[in-house]
């Protein structure tokens, strides 16, 4: 089977810049408070006119250039959301029709804040199986519309923006090597927005209390998230003959600073090879592992030949991990 590889990168986050100083005045917190507890300082937010699709269009469009690849020339989109702009038609349809990819199927993939791994598996597994030539893997949020800005413990987390990765067969030893996808519905009431599904369609009183809102349990999140991190990295270096010593660059979800540290720290993994970008971001959902790669490969902290491992963890519970060699 040959291999899938990233030929073109993008990113974006809406303009309007949220500071914890904004927080203080809106909800009882601090700054000390929030970046003693999370690593974050700042997050994009949309306006009222941006959705979600408005921020996977514009990274799929600079992914696109990037790749010097036409729209037309897309044969398929998946777009990992957890706030799509609706409850259909998909988020993926929205894209594609704007993008101009006219021959492309398109479906969305709802898997919290694993949907960057679960998008670029799923991308990767058209190329490998010869189904597809081009792909295109997007993971957007528009989190700041489900955040409850009355409850302290969760709407200092979340920020907006898409990144998105153009995926054609790779035709040198470069490429997608593996990819881990977990799940464990066990844990579904550890993070979740109650209302809004067929289980509690929205009425008054769903609105009235505030349950089409994100709701986490942060204690319970932080420990089964630093072991689903330890556990999937692990599991895929051994899988594919590697010791963490010999990943050049790890690329985590941008949760929570101390998630970040402890996870690094189970694996005995140096932080200096850890990209980091939550304090300026916040948790972008399945944008954010994307969000950082681009990040990171636009520094020029990626190089060829480098030793990628990006992994992630979100409601449902779903988590995973993925392996590239740049």
């Known amino acids: 089977m040959r291999r899938a590889k990233i030929v073109g990168l993008g990113a974006y986050a809406p303009k309007r810049i949220l500071t914890n100083k904004d927080l203080e005045r809106m909800v009882q917190t601090s700054d000390e408070w929030i970046v003693q507890r999370t690593g974050i300082r700042e997050r994009h937010i949309v306006d009222e006119s941006e959705a979600t699709s408005d921020l996977a269009v514009r990274a799929a469009q600079q992914a696109l250039e990037r790749a010097g690849v036409e729209p037309e020339e897309v044969d398929f989109i998946v777009v990992g959301t957890t706030c799509g702009d609706m409850a259909f038609p998909s988020t993926a349809n929205l894209v594609q029709h704007r993008l101009g990819c006219r021959t492309a199927g398109s479906a969305d993939i709802y898997a919290a804040c694993t949907g960057s791994i679960y998008s670029l598996s799923i991308g990767a597994q058209y190329i490998q199986t010869?189904?597809?030539?081009?792909?295109?893997?997007?993971?957007?949020?528009?989190?700041?519309?489900?955040?409850?800005?009355?409850?302290?413990?969760?709407?200092?987390?979340?920020?907006?923006?898409?990144?998105?990765?153009?995926?054609?067969?790779?035709?040198?030893?470069?490429?997608?090597?593996?990819t881990d996808l977990y799940s464990d519905g066990q844990y579904w009431d550890l993070l979740y927005q109650p209302a809004g599904g067929s289980r509690l369609p929205a009425s008054h009183e769903t609105v009235e209390q505030r349950l089409h809102y994100a709701k986490m349990k942060g204690s319970e999140v932080f420990k089964v998230a630093v072991r689903m991190v330890g556990e999937s990295a692990v599991r895929i270096?051994?899988?594919?003959?590697?010791?963490?010593?010999?990943?050049?660059?790890?690329?985590?979800?941008?949760?929570n600073l101390r998630i970040i540290e402890a996870a690094m720290k189970r694996l005995g993994f140096p932080m200096d090879r850890v990209v980091v970008n939550i304090d300026r971001y916040g948790n972008t959902?399945?944008?954010?592992?994307?969000?950082?790669?681009?990040?990171?490969?636009?520094?020029?902290?990626?190089?060829?030949?480098?030793?990628?491992?990006l992994a992630a963890f979100g409601g449902g519970l779903t988590w995973g991990a993925a392996l590239i060699r740049w």
């Open 285 to 309: 959902g399945s944008a954010s592992v994307y969000v950082a790669l681009e990040e990171a490969w636009s520094l020029g902290r990626v190089r060829p030949g480098d030793l990628l491992l």
């Open 130 to 178: 010869g189904k597809y030539r081009t792909v295109l893997a997007i993971g957007a949020e528009a989190l700041s519309r489900i955040s409850d800005f009355t409850d302290r413990s969760t709407c200092i987390l979340f920020g907006d923006a898409a990144g998105a990765a153009v995926l054609r067969p790779s035709d040198d030893a470069s490429g997608i090597l593996d």
């Open 237 to 255: 270096l051994e899988r594919n003959g590697f010791k963490p010593e010999d990943v050049d660059l790890f690329i985590p979800h941008q949760a």
